[in-house]
């Protein structure tokens, strides 16, 4: 009987034809061998090419396996797609709202800075002695001069820098936007742009509902009632000085009076707490920003009392002036005491039932609490406000507004969510309560805020300090110029307050 030679098949590729053949093949190798009936048919395939019905190759793997060829679209870059992804994220964390905050904070430094020094120097035109006062005043207007110029370079620098990043940025969004859009190719789906078209409808139902509604809804409530705007930032230190008494006295508290007495506009006055950083009998005035800088105290003390402490006399730091008259704790009493400086008299607020007080309730941080800081007296637009705590309100902040002109007494009371010995400090601006937390030895932080008009809390105002020292014992707010005034450590430090 005729054979056939043995053949090598490897891989075979099967059609509809042949599957019969190819899996006789596959399952018989070696010589295969034909009956007579079968020749008139292998004729037939001897006709038809044999590269139609099956590819023969010699590199087989193993005679007794089928192997099948796969051919698959090219695989997705995972590579590229985390690149672009790590460039988008270090262009968030490089570009940021603060830098242009940066910038601006520095040109109102530089707008605050010049008027100063043209003040500084018509002050000591008037007040020129030919003597000590002149040599002080002259050191004062040295030393503003050098740090204008500072500031200018400052300015320079930044400007330049954040030119440079414009032009680096410009370029990789660029090339961020090409790479996507090679990415986006490999989307056979449709899945983004689906969602972009989710999108879009979103977007056109949002302004189709809007546009039914006459009355545009305010994006967030009011924020007091403030001529200003509202609140977002402060600048770096503005006015840094040691006083006439430095590194003598940490605790203590100074500023401007929002409703000076006539010919008074322009002063400032300090206390400092001369006994055991706890107690203090007088308020020191300064006719002038640089008599306060150089430590010439004019007209001088206001004595409250000869002794130091006793009845009516100040505890703690927390004080402001307001109307020719100081506010402060009044000495071992849960009230508030003001001290008219013009006709030395006090008059004494008393405060609700179990109000925390001799240092029972201070501020605190993590490491340490500040002593007999349990009431806080601030200032803004509106007048006068004492922010304390009591024994119902399990510590939490009570703000209430001090009333009266000839007899104070206690006017609107609001209470809040926030534990006092989570805060440091706390100032009002607008209507507005402010609170600060330690961060760090060269940072504080404005974390929380209670709009007295709309009742609002947010505990996340994510402003930053950065501090001349590690302890801020008093914060105070003057309306008159947006300045936040600071004792820290026995310096006097001043910030400006930005609104939008």
């Known amino acids: 009987m005729p054979y056939?030679?043995?053949?090598?098949?490897?891989?075979?590729?099967?059609?509809?034809p042949c599957l019969s053949w190819t899996y006789f093949l596959c399952k018989n190798p070696g010589t295969v061998v034909f009956s007579s009936a079968l020749r008139s048919t292998m004729k037939l395939y001897v006709i038809v090419p044999l590269c139609v019905l099956f590819t023969v190759t010699t590199q087989a793997p193993s005679r007794d396996e089928c192997i099948c060829e796969v051919t698959s679209e090219k695989p997705f870059p995972h590579d590229k797609l985390g690149r672009v992804a790590g460039n988008a994220s270090e262009c968030n964390s490089t570009i940021n709202a603060q830098m242009t905050q940066e910038l601006e904070s520095l040109l109102l430094g530089l707008e605050h800075r010049l008027p100063q020094l043209q003040e500084d120097v018509?002050?000591?035109?008037?007040?020129?002695?030919?003597?000590?006062?002149?040599?002080?005043?002259?050191?004062?207007?040295?030393?503003?001069?050098?740090?204008?110029?500072?500031?200018?370079?400052?300015l320079n620098s930044t400007t330049l820098d954040r030119q440079h990043l414009t032009t680096n940025t410009t370029k990789k969004l660029e090339d961020l936007r090409a790479e996507m859009k090679e990415l986006v190719t490999y989307d056979t789906m449709k899945v983004i742009e689906t969602q972009q078209d989710n999108e879009r409808l979103k977007s056109e139902l949002s302004d189709c509902e809007t546009g039914l509604h006459p009355t545009t809804q305010p994006t967030q409530p009011p924020h007091g009632n403030c001529p200003h705007g509202q609140f977002y930032n402060i600048t770096a230190p503005r006015v840094y000085t040691q006083g006439e008494y430095p590194g003598s006295y940490p605790y203590g508290a100074w500023g401007r009076d929002p409703k000076p007495e006539a010919g008074k506009e322009d002063w400032y006055w300090m206390v400092i707490l001369t006994s055991g950083n706890k107690f203090a009998h007088y308020v020191r005035q300064y006719s002038s920003l640089s008599s306060l800088i150089v430590g010439v105290s004019k007209p001088g003390n206001a004595q409250i009392h000869a002794a130091n402490p006793t009845t009516n006399t100040i505890q703690g730091p927390n004080a402001v002036m307001y109307g020719g008259a100081l506010y402060y704790n009044c000495y071992n009493k849960d009230a508030v005491c003001r001290f008219n400086i013009t006709d030395k008299t006090v008059t004494t607020l008393q405060l609700p039932k179990d109000t925390r007080y001799n240092s029972k309730g201070n501020f605190c941080r993590l490491e340490q609490c500040y002593p007999f800081t349990d009431l806080d007296l601030a200032t803004d637009e509106s007048g006068v406000w004492v922010i304390?705590?009591?024994?119902?309100?399990?510590?939490?902040?009570?703000?209430?507004?001090?009333?009266?002109?000839?007899?104070?007494?206690?006017?609107?009371?609001?209470?809040?969510s926030v534990y006092k010995?989570?805060?440091?400090?706390?100032?009002?601006?607008?209507?507005?309560?402010?609170?600060?937390?330690?961060i760090d030895k060269d940072v504080e932080e404005i974390f929380y805020s209670f709009d007295t008009l709309t009742g609002e809390e947010n505990f996340k105002i994510g402003v930053y300090m950065n501090k001349m020292s590690a302890n801020i014992y008093s914060l105070n707010y003057s309306p008159v110029d947006q300045m936040l005034h600071v004792y820290s450590d026995s310096r006097m430090v001043s910030y400006k307050v930005l609104f939008r």
């Open 421 to 438: 010995q989570a805060v440091t400090n706390t100032f009002m601006a607008c209507g507005v309560l402010y609170a600060t937390r330690y």
């Open 122 to 154: 018509s002050v000591l035109e008037r007040e020129d002695d030919g003597e000590l006062y002149a040599v002080l005043s002259l050191f004062v207007i040295e030393n503003e001069l050098r740090e204008i110029n500072q500031l200018i370079d400052k």
């Open 4 to 16: 056939f030679p043995v053949l090598p098949f490897g891989l075979i590729s099967c059609c509809r």
């Open 388 to 416: 304390y705590t009591t024994l119902q309100d399990f510590g939490n902040l009570v703000l209430s507004k001090v009333e009266g002109n000839e007899t104070m007494r206690l006017g609107q009371t609001w209470k809040t």
